[in-house]
């Protein structure tokens, strides 16, 4: 048993040689953990509630299936998660849903001190309190159009700041689900909504 748990090690450390090339055998996708996490996090506390998180976000795909899943979407950088759980105020809805982009723990959204060189893939130096990475900027530029058009969006960093953040909203919402269903808030009629 020892001795297959050491095994186990060496192969998830070792490094394969074909060639010129070297890779290192990876022990773990926490990305694709943390989404994981997420999703039963989801399905346990909240079993009513409809979500979507993206499938390929924490995988590595082939570059015909990334060619593919490229071909079908909208555009770059779209958060991880979203759920479709809309939040009223004053009987009108202040958020249609709540957009997050996962990231794993341990990850730095902004500088805290000027980058000396420009990085590979980048367009220019980036500075202290510049977004982390042309990535990143990206994403929160989604982010920034998704709250201007009506829904909660934002980075949450590892599972407990995910399950806070889902958490304080979906307080709000089953709030309202019980204002709902005792009749003290009126939802608008499908005629009044367009």
Not at 40 to 54: E, H, S
């Amino acid at each position: 048993m020892a001795c297959a748990w050491w095994h186990m090690q060496q192969l998830a450390t070792m490094k394969i040689k074909r060639g010129y090339m070297t890779r290192r055998v990876k022990k773990f996708k926490s990305e694709e953990n943390l989404h994981q996490q997420v999703v039963d996090y989801l399905k346990l506390q909240y079993p009513g509630i409809m979500f979507r998180t993206d499938f390929a976000a924490g995988i590595k795909m082939t570059m015909g299936q990334a060619v593919k899943h490229a071909k079908l979407q909208s555009g770059r950088a779209w958060p991880d998660l979203f759920i479709a759980a809309p939040m009223y105020k004053d009987q009108l809805v202040d958020f249609y849903g709540l957009f997050i982009e996962l990231k794993k723990d341990g990850t730095k959204l902004i500088r805290e001190r000027d980058a000396s060189k420009i990085l590979k893939g980048e367009t220019k130096l980036r500075k202290k309190g510049d977004w982390w990475d042309q990535h990143i900027e990206e994403q929160a530029e989604v982010i920034q159009y998704l709250k201007l058009n009506g829904y909660c969006a934002t980075f949450a960093i590892g599972f407990e700041d995910t399950k806070v953040l889902i958490d304080k909203y979906l307080a709000g919402y089953a709030e309202q689900l019980a204002a709902i269903n005792e009749g003290s808030i009126e939802l608008p009629t499908s005629e009044e909504a367009f």
